[in-house]
């Protein structure tokens, strides 16, 4: 059972992909803690570390990436130490994956009716029949009209919407505890978008399930997520409820996120306000924050050294050293002489 309802504790955990060029350091020091039947989005540009993340909670991480410190504890059960037999147990049984791509995560060579059933016959004791009902079961679930007929079509006679709600019915098989969705609207329109994004959370609260929504769209994460984690070069510089991060914003990466999309309560004719310069080099990351080169509000300190996060609630906590410059003037505002 998971401690004090703590399904997934990620920890320190830090990854590398090992290049001839040298080593690109995905992960520093990340930290994530999700609740069972919570929401939490991680965003950040690309680049930045979010679907690396992803991967490492099911050992996915393609060669020559490695973690190389800290560990992964899911429901119990430390998934770093776990052999690749055990893995495979819980891999699509009780923390399922959708992709980002469906096309290219689909084997074209193979029917959806084979493709589901195969999840289900791997890690269930159901017979073919039993599986056979249970897919059509799935897609209807999942909004797919005449699932009978679908199970018998490929990948390429499927519009992406339909392919990406094949891809749910996959991930839900087994009816997982996680569910880790990788920028699941990313190729769909935005009628399509909201679609699955209803959906998802309709079968969250049916199943009873957590989800890691993976994304650089605000707006996703603003109608579906508890808490968010915002994460730049490989470490997270933010994290808090969804009303901390739209409402209170503490780090400047994070104001940067939110001055950078079209609101409606703004005046007419104003200019979104991109972010300036380049993403962070992670085969070369800097010494202190890795958001200080670009940043308006840096500081000498910031090139220098990692601040340590400063807490601002019980669950908003952000690592920027103009924090801890405002905690310091204002406790020295407070003295008397």
């Known amino acids: 059972m998971a401690k004090n309802n703590v399904l997934l504790d990620i920890n320190n955990l830090k990854l590398s992909f090992f290049t001839p060029g040298g080593e690109v350091q995905s992960l520093r020091d990340v930290s994530i803690e999700l609740k069972e039947g919570e929401v939490l989005g991680i965003v950040g540009e690309s680049g930045s570390g979010k679907s690396v993340t992803a991967f490492s909670v099911m050992r996915l991480t393609p060669y020559p990436g490695k973690i190389i410190g800290?560990?992964?504890?899911?429901?119990?059960?430390?998934?770093?130490?776990?052999?690749?037999?055990?893995?495979?147990?819980?891999?699509?049984?009780?923390?399922?994956?959708?992709?980002?791509?469906?096309?290219?995560?689909?084997?074209?060579?193979?029917?959806?009716?084979?493709q589901i059933k195969e999840v289900i016959l791997l890690h269930t004791d159901a017979t073919r029949e039993q599986a056979q009902k249970r897919a059509v079961e799935l897609l209807t679930l999942v909004g797919i009209n005449e699932p009978e007929k679908r199970l018998k079509?490929?990948?390429?006679?499927?519009?992406?919407?339909?392919?990406?709600?094949?891809?749910?019915?996959?991930?839900?098989?087994?009816?997982?505890k996680l569910l880790i969705a990788d920028e699941p609207t990313t190729a769909l329109d935005v009628t399509i978008q909201a679609q699955i994004l209803e959906l998802m959370m309709e079968l969250k609260e049916k199943l009873g399930m957590s989800i890691i929504m993976i994304t650089h769209d605000l707006g996703v994460v603003s109608s579906m997520c508890d808490k968010i984690a915002v994460m730049y070069g490989g470490k997270i510089v933010e994290y808090g409820n969804t009303d901390d991060i739209f409402y209170s914003p503490k780090h400047e990466y994070t104001k940067g996120l939110l001055k950078s999309i079209p609101r409606l309560d703004t005046l007419e004719h104003t200019k979104l306000i991109p972010i300036e310069g380049s993403p962070v080099d992670?085969?070369?990351?800097?010494?202190?924050?890795?958001?200080?080169?670009?940043?308006?509000?840096?500081?000498?300190?910031?090139?220098?050294?990692?601040?340590?996060?400063?807490?601002?609630?019980e669950e908003h906590y952000s690592a920027c050293w103009l924090l801890q410059k405002q905690a310091v003037e204002g406790d020295n505002h407070g003295k008397t002489n």
């Open 70 to 114: 800290g560990s992964i504890d899911f429901n119990g059960k430390t998934l770093t130490e776990l052999p690749e037999r055990e893995l495979r147990k819980i891999r699509g049984n009780e923390v399922s994956i959708i992709f980002q791509d469906p096309m290219t995560s689909l084997n074209p060579v193979y029917t959806i009716g084979n």
């Open 153 to 176: 079509q490929y990948p390429h006679e499927l519009s992406g919407g339909m392919r990406q709600r094949v891809m749910i019915a996959i991930a839900l098989a087994c009816e997982p």
């Open 282 to 313: 992670v085969m070369n990351p800097p010494a202190g924050c890795p958001f200080a080169p670009r940043c308006d509000s840096c500081m000498k300190i910031c090139l220098k050294s990692m601040p340590e996060y400063t807490t601002i609630t």
